[in-house]
């Protein structure tokens, strides 16, 4: 259906007080996407002409952050009620928009189908006003949707403004409506806030519509979970199980291996390969990508994190790094912001790398830092090997060429330059450049005291 003549007004102004959040409710994280962005695009399939979000001054700038070129950032200067946020999003709207569909910020699972069918249904019924309704297990919390002996909606009476009777009604507003723009302009100028709230009710204008003698519609459809507004801490759970679930379907198309779904926690954009494992207790952040064949977990968490093929990583925290193929991280590995591990690279227990290159088959195995480091090919870090890469002042260079061995609990003091094929002999403080193929010794001469203990009157190691 073509929906090029159509405007969207999309109500995200809220201050969302039952969130019990100073954070702006639109903007909550789900899966590492705003609430926002879920609804913008189901908007966005819909093609339709024209898409505005309403917003405070409060929130303007970070939501104009995440909405892209296609919307238009509306302000609504004080929050007045919904019917308000329509009437300043209205004188918006280019002349050429004859039909307007409102829908609210807050509901993420909103699907692009529900919208096409509601404007189909308006236009082919030749409405001047339609709204969505279902039958709600539990209505409380909604506006009820009043009905004459005909069933034609008169009204919609917000939950707080019902009688005992009226809070008996199931069929409740979904808060999707679409108008008849030219009808829309009349009606919004009568809205009073003659209410409990001392608002300007948007859902006031199904009676005043009937009043008018226009045609109002009330599209029932079934109650579903798409059609949840987060209102509430609990609502947001209920919501990112249902993403997560999705996520893990899309997954499984791809050929994922997943052990235990429930122990699964992947953002919405995370991007995989084909026939990658993951293990119980994985979480997967931000725009991470893993590659063919890649075993994650058990036990891990990445954030903003490249993964090529045949990885394997497990019992590790890996932020914003990149990996080529074949590499091997944890148990209990640390990937810090700029790590970039070439490939065939193993990292191995209790290991942190931060801000580093690492080429191809090099290994770090053992409870060492490596940090502000460019590390060359096949080099091996022994256990307990230190960059000391900050004075105090400033972060200094630590440069290990190929083929170096840095002997266990060799403390390299940066600036340093280790040479191709160079030695650091075990317990090393290496405060100066080691030239290649040497072999560098940086320790104390051992000495050993003879009788020492029995001079001092201790116990012997035979005692």
């Not at 339709?48 to 238009?72: H, W």
């Not at 036990?299 to 193929?325: M, P, Q």
Request: charged content about 25%; proline content about 5%.
């Amino acid at each position: 259906m073509d929906f090029s003549g159509w405007g969207v007004s999309v109500l995200a102004a809220g201050k969302g007080k039952r969130m019990k959040s100073s954070y702006p409710k639109v903007l909550i994280p789900l899966l590492g996407r705003p609430i926002l962005n879920y609804v913008l695009d189901t908007i966005g399939e819909c093609n339709f002409g024209e898409i505005e979000v309403v917003v405070s001054p409060s929130i303007r700038d970070l939501v104009g952050e995440i909405v892209g070129n296609d919307s238009r950032l509306v302000l609504q200067s004080e929050a007045k009620g919904t019917a308000d946020a329509v009437r300043v999003s209205l004188q918006e709207f280019p002349g050429a928009v004859q039909n307007i569909m409102v829908v609210y910020g807050d509901m993420p699972l909103l699907g692009s189908d529900t919208l096409s069918f509601l404007g189909d249904y308006f236009q082919r019924n030749s409405c001047h006003l339609a709204f969505l309704t279902a039958c709600a297990p539990s209505p409380t919390g909604y506006g009820r949707v009043i009905k004459d002996e005909h069933g034609l909606p008169q009204a919609i009476r917000e939950e707080k403004d019902c009688s005992p009777q009226e809070k008996q009604i199931k069929e409740i507003n979904l808060g999707i409506f679409a108008f008849d723009r030219k009808k829309l302009s009349q009606l919004i100028e009568l809205v009073d806030n003659r209410n409990q709230q001392g608002e300007y009710y948007l859902t006031d204008l199904v009676a005043l519509a009937r009043e008018k003698g226009y045609r109002v519609e009330a599209f029932e459809v079934d109650w579903s979970e798409e059609f949840l507004n987060v209102n509430h801490p609990q609502d947001l759970a209920t919501v990112i199980q249902t993403l997560r679930e999705k996520k893990v379907n899309s997954l499984w198309e791809k050929g994922a291996k997943i052990v235990d779904p429930s122990n699964l926690y992947l953002d919405w954009e995370v991007e995989i390969g084909e026939d990658v494992w993951f293990k119980p207790g994985v979480v997967v952040e931000g725009p991470s990508s893993i590659g063919n064949g890649s075993i994650i977990g058990p036990f891990a968490r990445i954030a903003s994190t490249v993964i090529g093929e045949n990885c394997r990583i497990e019992l590790s925290v890996l932020e914003e790094a990149t990996l080529e193929a074949g590499v091997t991280v944890g148990p209990f590995a640390h990937l810090r912001p700029g790590s970039y591990l070439e490939s065939g690279v193993r990292i191995g227990n209790f290991v942190e790398v931060k801000n580093s290159t690492l080429k191809e088959g090099t290994k770090a195995l053992h409870l060492s830092y490596l940090g502000d480091a460019q590390v060359g090919q096949r080099v091996n870090i022994g256990a307990g090997t230190i960059t000391c890469n900050f004075d105090g002042e400033k972060k200094n260079p630590t440069i290990i060429q190929d083929g170096a061995f840095i002997g266990s609990n060799s403390s390299l003091v940066a600036p340093v330059v280790i040479g191709q094929g160079a030695y650091t002999a075990a317990g090393s403080a290496i405060t100066k450049d080691v030239p290649p193929d040497a072999l560098a010794i940086g320790r104390a001469r051992q000495k050993n005291v003879e009788k020492w203990t029995k001079r001092r009157g201790k116990r012997s190691s035979k005692g």
